[in-house]
């Protein structure tokens, strides 16, 4: 299937808000080509591109967030997070401000622009922010979700955006375990994935939905409830997959709650180690070529 | 207070007395904001609201101690602080921020000049002059040592009045201890431009065994020293 980019699902919840709220501030490093020019032609005063200077533009960002306004700051991911990691920490975090940090491009979707813009540890940073929410949506509804959320609930965001189709729902019927984590299936195998990863994962067609369980993180919550023991007491085993390296990642979140809760269930990580960086390579290529691995979504579904 | 807590900045704290003290009067009563980007100089801005009754003067006794809101560097959790610095370089964007979006308030930004060496203050100084924010004052604490040395040695930006205006600033120098001169840069009518204030200032200034001494960004006065040294400061005020 075509994938399309979240970043357009982004702006058009954005534009769909702003026709019957305040249009919040969108501020951009210079990026958004042919994504965010709508906005910026209908809402002049409410956009503002800074230049290239991302350091700068998130504390810009936290300045206009203390007076009251709603406020997204548009990069890629690794120029969002890591080239301003500070300002995020000090900023916008301590402060507690409404400030949602758009990172365009999850894992590898820049393949071929090389290390410099993978967001494979952006993750592990911003997990350190404790005050942030992070989102990392799977499709449509879930990135229209994320949007709406921060402009409802403010608070440092993070919002990862890679590709999506149109709906995961498209394909399966799902239930919500948590506000923003779906179970997709009724099987006692389960799978836990987020972003775009979980589009690959529930179209491929080894994925049955009588075998398997996907459990969807469309917002990577830093506490699971009550029923995902429940859940995992009643599975066979338990596969975590993503695309991004261990430390912070959703994997390190399930191991705590598996050691906590003293859970014992047959359990597999795959994620990346942050070997083998330098070739390029589009997303799939690159997945495949790596532990995450040759075959890696058909190795998903063996024992 | 720098004495009990054995903190150090004295000498960044007296250089920035006569400022702090103008830009808060300034603002006082009014809507308008002070962001005070040398966190370093945490006591002096404290002081200052003391001195307005803003915080209760009690309070300085608890300077930079366990458990205390007053720590060592500026903490936007003290009444009337809205911003925690500390960290060189975030306070100047984040008061651009804040004039982007409050037009009809007046934005004052304190910065040392060791601050200069930040990129984030030549982006502030870009972004801020090509939005055109006439409502942001920017005020240079300018003694002339940081951390390692004097700022001419360790990266000398001087001249500083073709650099500001080349970025699009309207540019003042002035004596940082003469609050009259302050206080007129600091309250005249704004042009179309954003303004800068390099308030020329003495590091340690007020004790003649500070002034000018790098020592003094670190060491603070002892007990045994204390009343002297305040003796000192009264007798030349």
Redesign the interface.
Known sequence: MKLKTMRKIFIKTLLKYSKVNEAPYLITGDLGYSVLEPYQELYPSRFINVGIMEQSMMSIAAGLASQGNKVFAYSISNFATFRALEQLRLDIAFHNLDVCVVGIGTGFQYGAAGYSHWAIEDLAIVSSLEKFRIFSPSDESSTNKAVLSFLQNGGPTYLRLGKSSLNLNDKFDSKFILPNVRIFGSGNQLIFSHGSLAQEIIQNESFDPHNFSLVVFDEIEPILNKEFNTLIKASKRLKVIEDVVFSGSLGSRVCRFLTENNLNIPFKWIGLDGSKLESAGGSENYLRARELGFKYLDNLFLD | MVTSAKSSHIGSCLSAVEITAVIQNLVHETENTFIFSKGHAAATIYAALAGLKLIPEEHLKTFALDGSELTGHVN?AVPNI???S??L??G???????????KHKKIYVLISDGELNE??TW??L??AA??KLKNLVLVVDANGIQSFGKTKEILDLEPLRSKFESFGWEFFEADGHSVSALHSLLSTKESSKPRVIIARTIKGKGIKSMENQLEWHYKSPSPESLQRLLNEIENNA
């Open positions: 936007h809205s911003y925690s500390g960290s370089g975030h100047f964007p984040f008061g651009v921020g804040l004039a982007i979006a409050s990129g984030t982006e502030s870009a972004i090509h939005l």
